[in-house]
Structures are given as C-alpha cells and as structure tokens.
C-alpha cells in the first residue's frame, strides 16, 4: 500500500489563501466518511483539523476547510496566519479496510 | 476529558521485541476502535494498524503483518502494540490513537522506540 501523495511544501504569505493536496487511487478513497486532515507542529503530537472530508471538529479555525473531488482530497487554509506553519498530513481509509497516510506537506508562512 | 497515556521511551537491541501500552480514560473504552501510528525521525506518519476493543478483533497494514501484534485489556482500558524482530528501521515514535468514525482523536503523546545495538 503506497502514501496519499501531497506535494513536499506549500508556501504563502500572511493573509494569503493556500490548497495542499491529497491524491490517490479510487481504492485508496474506500468512503467519504474517512477522509480525515492532521496538522503537526514540529516535535508535537499531530492533531485533526478535518475529518469526513470537510468537517471541522469544535475548537478548530474556520479558516481550515476540506473538499474532495474524483481521487484528490483537498485542505484549504484561507487567511494564512504564523500559527499555520506546520506539516499536514491526509488520511483515508481503503477499499482494503485498512488506513492509509499522505506523504504529509510542510507549510511554510513567508 | 477523553485521554490516552502511553509507556516510556524503550530501547531494544536488533531482533528483539518491544511492547508498548495506552491507557485510556474519559470515555467508553470498548466503544471506540484504538489504531497505531508511527513516525520515524524526520519522516511521516504511517498508520501500523488497529484493535477493536470490543471482541479484540485486529486489522494490520500489510508491511507489518507477521510482525505486530495488537491486544487490549477491558478491565484495565489498555491497549497493547508488540512489534518483533526490531530492526533499525523500526526506530520511531509509535502513537496511540483514538477512532471516532473517521478521525483519528484524540492521540497518545506518543512513545519513542529505538533500534541500536
């Protein structure tokens, strides 16, 4: 089972719009329902930012959106802020009833 | 609140085994599947597999197979990752993880495995 493929880094400027994306295979995206994001600051323990594509557990930034489309998951954070500067990682379970990572992108706010 | 503690830090000589738990609390244990995830220095998360706490059902990625073993203990809301015939390759930080339908929440602080003769 290969990674979700997500691109190495994605950068932007404050206030800025950034999309990281998710692509795989129709087997690798086995139900909607469990297309999840995670958002890991250096040396800390990844957290969810969305789960079922475009769901946002409470206590997370609105400006932290999911969308899907065909074999590509996408992650949008919208008013690009210091804090976002992390790695993201997307996450999907298979048609093999098993899960499986992206390759996980470094944000980089300029 | 929801919480998952996981077993210190552990180092094992190549070929050997080493067991790691989590202890959950703040919520119904035999409720929620429990998956493990790891992460090797300067690397990405890769997900080792998952136990179901209910009837001890276990689901492993398949490059694991063979080499895993995932149990759990109801009376003491703990799960168990054994991995076996360590090799350097295997030096990372192994996560706990809560499943609730399709998220991973919360994690376990995570427990670094090392592989060093």
């Known amino acids: 089972q290969s990674a979700l493929t997500q691109p190495a880094s994605v950068s932007g400027s404050p206030g800025q719009s950034i999309t990281i994306s998710c692509t795989g295979t129709s087997s690798d995206f086995g139900d909607d329902n469990y297309v999840s994001w995670y958002q890991q600051h250096p040396d800390k323990t990844p957290k969810v930012i969305i789960f079922g594509v475009s769901n946002r557990p409470s206590g997370v930034s609105d400006r932290f959106s999911g969308s899907k489309s065909g074999n590509t998951a996408s992650l949008t954070i919208s008013g690009l802020q210091a804090e976002d500067e992390a790695d993201y990682y997307c996450?999907?379970?298979?048609?093999?009833?098993?899960?499986?990572f992206g390759t996980g992108t470094k944000v980089t706010v300029l | 609140q929801e919480r998952l503690v996981q077993s210190g830090a552990e180092v094992e000589n190549p070929g050997a085994s080493v067991k790691v738990s989590c202890k959950a609390s703040?919520?119904?244990?035999?409720?929620?599947?429990m998956h493990w995830v790891r992460q090797a220095p300067g690397q990405g998360l890769e997900w080792v597999g998952r136990v179901i706490p209910r009837g001890g059902g276990t689901t492993y990625a398949q490059k694991f197979q063979g080499r895993v073993t995932m149990t759990r203990d109801t009376s003491t809301s703990t799960v168990y990752m054994e991995l076996s015939s360590l090799r350097s390759e295997d030096t990372a930080v192994y996560y706990c993880?809560?499943?609730?339908?399709?998220?991973?929440?919360?994690w376990g602080q995570g427990t670094l495995v090392t592989v060093s003769s």
């Open positions: 996450c999907s379970y298979t048609t093999s009833n098993i899960y499986v």
């Open positions: 703040g919520y119904s244990f035999t409720n929620y599947n």
């Open positions: 993880a809560r499943g609730d339908f399709g998220k991973l929440d919360p």
